[in-house]
C-alpha cells in the first residue's frame, strides 16, 4: 500500500511539472478564452491511457506500483477536468460562447477519439507482441 501511495505522488510530481511546461509554453489570456494547452493535454493524456489500458494493463507482468504511478499519478495530475470546465464556465461568463462551447467539444470529442486511438494501438501492441 505504502509503495502504491508513493508511486502516485512521484508519478503526480512529474504530471504537475509537465503540464505546468506545456501551460508556459501555451499560454491563454484569460480563463475564458479557449485553452489550448487544456486541450493538447487532455487530448495527449487520454491517447497514452488508452495505450497503456489496451497493452500494459493487460499484462500480468506489469506491476501495480506502476500502474498507479502513470494512470492516476502522471496523467491523472497532468490531464484536468477542472480546467476545463473552469474554461467553459468562464467563458459563459465573459459572453465568449463560441470559445466555451469549443473547449467543450474539442476537448471531449478530441479526448474521445484520441482514447479510442490509443485503445486501437495497445491493442494492436498486444497482439503483435502477444500477451505475457
Known amino acids: 500500500m505504502a509503495l502504491r501511495l ?13 503540464r ?19 486541450i493538447a493535454v487532455n487530448v495527449a493524456g487520454s491517447f497514452v491511457l488508452g495505450i497503456l489500458a489496451g497493452h500494459l494493463w ?14 492516476p499519478g502522471l496523467l491523472g495530475s497532468f490531464t484536468t477536468f477542472s480546467a476545463i470546465a ?15 462551447v469549443l473547449a ?7 479526448g474521445m477519439a484520441a482514447a479510442w486511438a490509443g485503445l486501437r494501438v495497445g491493442g494492436l501492441l498486444t497482439h503483435r507482441g502477444g500477451r505475457s
Open 58 to 71: 493487460l499484462r500480468p507482468s506489469t506491476p501495480e506500483w506502476l500502474r498507479v504511478a502513470v494512470g
Open 104 to 110: 467543450l467539444i474539442l476537448s471531449l470529442g478530441l
Open 6 to 18: 508513493f508511486a502516485v505522488f512521484c508519478g503526480g510530481l512529474v504530471g504537475t511539472l509537465l
Open 20 to 38: 505546468v511546461l506545456v501551460d508556459l509554453a501555451l499560454p491563454h489570456s484569460s480563463p475564458g478564452a479557449l485553452s489550448v494547452s487544456t
Open 86 to 100: 473552469l474554461n467553459v464556465v468562464a467563458g459563459v461568463a465573459e459572453s465568449r460562447i463560441l470559445d466555451a
